[in-house]
């Protein structure tokens, strides 16, 4: 079985701050990980995806993460917030191999930024 | 482009009632996905369509809830005999691959329900 755990449901920072949004996940197979954000009224978008290669990935909006295999994380961050960067984020595994697509998702991580 | 869309986007149905959620993907998008996301939760998959064939259903919690998608475009989840622990949000995401797990799918905006 495969899961995501999502550490802190809330995460709070000031602008121009680090943002550091911490994932940790559960596979029997070579995951692919995603993250996925989610503004108010909108539907999830794509944040940014590891599937091979390179550990450490780049997104939109200047946010990336880091692959790590021995930690079974996949941690998102961003080296400095601004205040549109608050909404929900999730962090998402897919099994792959023969997996099509259906996707896992953690409990969400909502982070607000203060002026 | 039109992204995806889902119609109502707000639904109150009364508890015993039946409803129709539906989704209308992107254009010549080959893969669909159901999810249903509690509140304060992640989404959690439902159901998955390639074009009109639904080849798992693993995730329908029970026979209540039933997807269809006729025609390989446009799909509608159903749900028999509402209880209020089936109110929720209920996502529709689409991707054009036919082997989608490596690629990014795109979410409509949801239908949020409420049993009541």
């Known amino acids: 079985a495969q899961s995501v755990t999502q550490l802190g449901s809330h995460v709070s920072v000031s602008e121009g701050a680090l943002v550091l949004l911490r994932c940790n996940y559960s596979s029997s197979v070579p995951p692919y990980l995603f993250w996925y954000v989610q503004y108010p009224n909108q539907g999830l978008q794509l944040l940014l995806k590891?599937?091979?290669?390179?550990?450490l990935v780049k997104g939109i909006n200047g946010f990336e993460a880091e692959f790590k295999k021995s930690e079974t994380s996949f941690h998102l961050t961003k080296p400095s917030a601004h205040m549109s960067d608050a909404a929900e984020y999730f962090c998402v595994l897919n099994a792959g191999g023969t997996s099509y697509g259906k996707l896992t998702f953690g409990q969400g991580t909502i982070l607000t930024v203060h002026p | 482009g039109a992204g995806v869309s889902q119609s109502p986007r707000y639904k109150v149905a009364k508890r015993g009632q039946d409803v129709a959620l539906r989704c209308d993907p992107i254009?010549?998008?080959?893969?669909l996905f159901w999810y249903q996301q509690a509140l304060g939760q992640g989404p959690e998959f439902l159901t998955y369509f390639q074009n009109e064939a639904q080849l798992d259903k693993s995730g329908l919690p029970s026979d209540r809830f039933f997807a269809e998608r006729p025609e390989g475009s446009v799909s509608t989840l159903k749900i028999q005999r509402t209880q209020q622990e089936d109110s929720a949000v209920y996502l529709c995401?689409?991707?054009?691959?036919?082997?989608?797990?490596?690629?990014?799918?795109?979410f409509g905006p949801g239908t949020r329900l409420t049993v009541t």
């Open positions: 590891y599937t091979t290669g390179a550990t």
């Open positions: 254009s010549g998008h080959v893969s």
């Open positions: 995401a689409s991707s054009a691959h036919r082997v989608p797990a490596a690629y990014e799918q795109y």
